[in-house]
């Protein structure tokens, strides 16, 4: 269960406080991981399970800045944390093994760890399962890790409609568009979670932390290039190094080709506020290693059809500035992709889309799917869901 106020913190049947439990990697300590670490022990004895090395590099696609023995020495440093560990394990629930042994009470994550897999595992041992928000403490800035390693301002992307058009066996059937914007790193997404994390790395290797002067588009292409050299067996869609390069709002045509043969462009201040204020992304985790969605595929042109008429309904909408159309039109896109992909979805999905379909407008997977983010449209706030930055300007 997500719940929203302040328990008591005290077990009357015990006669102890309650025990509080909360994973997480916590490289980099800043005032915002002690507020939500004071927080989280207003409901009781606070227990922190680090991520070892091995765990953040699986996860990240980085090593941390600080080792495991580093961070867990600062973290028992805190006054606010009763107890704190290397977990033993590994992936997105490294901290099972711990987690059983100590048995909490309650499991407290924030809006960026607030996956289906923690919140499935509590309502299995009978934990109470709270979602914190983000705050930073008095006047306090907000802080992230992402922003203090502020070397690194090297944008992601979300597709956000007709997603498999950039590929020529899809649109070699149909043509048809791919939307993208481009956003800030104000997190750092997880690897395999289909927000173009592979390419981005290979723009980190190009060109270190941060993205070069130059005409955006030629930029892109030359990224296209090098994520794609001679050789390549699959190759990765342009629209991943067109998302990350090109600032704003970018809709690429495509053709049976790898390349677009246009892309259109918007960078207006109130288009971009719109989009922003529209999309709430929750997270699923990272697709599991070894996922393929082309082990199962039906493409045809009615399929390729369906998704290209889909991300066009979505272009008007953001054009026309009108949310429910832009959520009915994703929706479309991300039905059309699952038709020729089953392999997209599963039953985890499946069921996250359940418990959003009543406050959401539209849905879809960032990516290709099989974890990741599920990226829901919606015209009120989803308060557990992360909220994200376009990036306007090529600086």
Not at 230 to 245: H, L, M, R, Y
Not at 278 to 286: A, E, K, W
Not at 370 to 393: E, F, H, S
């Amino acid at each position: 269960m997500i719940a929203d106020g302040l328990d008591f913190g005290y077990d009357v049947r015990r006669n102890m406080p309650k025990k509080v439990f909360v994973s997480g990697c916590f490289d980099l300590l800043h005032s915002g991981h002690v507020a939500f670490l004071q927080e989280a022990s207003s409901y009781g004895d606070l227990y922190v399970a680090l991520g070892s090395d091995s765990t953040v590099y699986e996860l990240k696609g980085r090593l941390p800045v600080n080792n495991q023995d580093e961070r867990l020495y600062m973290m028992q440093s805190l006054s606010c944390v009763k107890m704190a560990f290397v977990s033993g394990g590994s992936g997105m629930l490294d901290f099972s093994d711990e987690l059983e042994e100590i048995q909490p009470d309650i499991f407290v994550v924030n809006k960026d760890g607030n996956i289906p897999q923690k919140e499935a595992l509590c309502r299995e041992k009978g934990v109470q399962y709270i979602v914190l928000e983000r705050q930073p403490h008095a006047d306090l800035p907000a802080r992230s890790t992402t922003a203090l390693r502020n070397v690194d301002t090297m944008p992601y992307r979300i597709d956000l409609a007709g997603g498999w058009l950039d590929q020529p066996f899809v649109s070699k059937f149909y043509p048809g568009p791919v939307i993208t914007i481009s956003i800030e790193p104000t997190l750092s997404f997880n690897e395999r979670s289909g927000m173009a994390t592979s390419t981005r790395n290979a723009a980190l290797d190009l060109w270190g932390t941060r993205l070069p002067a130059g005409d955006p588009e030629k930029l892109a292409k030359i990224l296209f290039s090098y994520d794609n050299p001679p050789g390549t067996k699959e190759i990765s869609g342009s629209q991943d190094a067109i998302g990350i390069v090109m600032p704003g709002l970018n809709r690429a045509h495509y053709d049976g080709q790898y390349w677009p043969f246009s892309i259109d462009k918007v960078g207006d201040e109130l288009t971009l506020q719109f989009v922003e204020s529209s999309l709430y992304l929750v997270p699923l985790g990272p697709r599991e290693s070894g996922y393929n969605p082309l082990d199962n595929q039906y493409v045809s042109r009615e399929g390729a059809k369906a998704l290209s008429d889909a991300a066009e309904g979505c272009w008007q909408a953001i054009l026309q500035h009108d949310r429910v159309k832009l959520g009915q039109y994703i929706r479309q896109s991300y039905e059309a992709q699952i038709a020729m992909f089953p392999n997209m979805a599963n039953d985890l999905v499946d069921d996250l889309i359940e418990r959003y379909r009543d406050v959401a407008l539209g849905w879809k997977l960032s990516g290709a799917g099989g974890g990741g983010y599920l990226i829901l449209v919606a015209d009120k706030p989803i308060k557990t869901a992360i909220r994200i930055n376009i990036r306007r300007t090529m600086e």
